[in-house]
């Protein structure tokens, strides 16, 4: 069966105390993995797509790798406006234009000034 | 702001009852996506239309159907409402099906 595990289920950082969260897949062919970060209450906001083993994408604070089972989400020197719940999803290897996503349950970030 | 919209934000109702939930895609995407959140279950995707066109399927419930109109937009409609179906109900688009997803700000459904 797909499936998309994320974990810690909740981290607490203080302010520019970097870490890692991860997000560990099990697939039968995978097309994208995809982080996003979502505010209570709000809609996912996309952040990165990885394609490939060995690919790194960087936003500001924010770094996301991935290997051939699991994606990491570095956050370097985190401020409290990081403080969020960051959802990690797979597209599997469907073809054509059927692309829906399966998410993991998200790591919920919460950074103390 | 993803430039997909959402109508209602917010919507309160009664079990049994019908509502309708409205999507518009960003301008030029052709897919259209539909996800429910539950605090349980976490994001779970329902159905998928590509250009006016059902793409694919997933956990979504008898009771429950979409449509994708013309000029693009969908519509996702909950029927026979049960305690349940209270979460958030997300639309996503994309240019066609195989790229980024860009979310709406949700539609909050309350089952009374």
């Known amino acids: 069966e797909d499936q998309v595990t994320q974990s810690p289920e909740a981290l607490r950082l203080q302010e520019g105390e970097s870490s890692s969260l991860n997000c560990s897949y099990t697939v039968s062919g995978l097309r994208g993995l995809f982080w996003y970060r979502q505010d209570p209450g709000k809609g996912p906001e996309f952040l990165f797509t990885l394609y490939s083993a060995g690919e790194e994408k960087e936003k500001e604070r924010l770094k996301a790798t991935l290997t051939k089972k699991e994606s990491f989400l570095h956050i370097t020197a985190p401020k409290p406006e990081d403080s969020a719940t960051y959802l990690c999803?797979?597209?599997?290897?469907?073809?054509?234009?059927?692309?829906?996503?399966?998410f993991g349950k998200g790591t919920k970030l919460s950074v103390k000034p | 702001d993803s430039g997909v919209t959402q109508t209602p934000k917010h919507l309160i109702t009664a079990t049994g009852q019908r509502v309708t939930l409205r999507c518009s895609p960003r301008s030029g995407d052709l897919s259209v996506y539909w996800y429910q959140q539950s605090l349980d279950q976490g994001l779970q995707f329902l159905i998928q239309?590509?250009?006016?066109?059902?793409?694919a399927k997933g956990n979504i419930l008898e009771r429950f159907s979409a449509q994708q109109f013309p000029d693009l937009h969908s519509e996702l409609n909950l029927s026979s409402l049960e305690l349940g179906d209270s979460a958030l109900y997300f639309c996503?688009?994309?240019?066609?099906?195989?790229?980024?997803?860009?979310f709406g700000p949700g539609t909050r459904l309350l089952v009374l």
């Open positions: 999803a797979v597209r599997l290897n469907y073809g054509g234009s059927q692309g829906n996503l399966i």
């Open positions: 239309y590509y250009n006016g066109e059902e793409r």
């Open positions: 996503a688009s994309s240019v066609q099906g195989q790229e980024t997803q860009y």
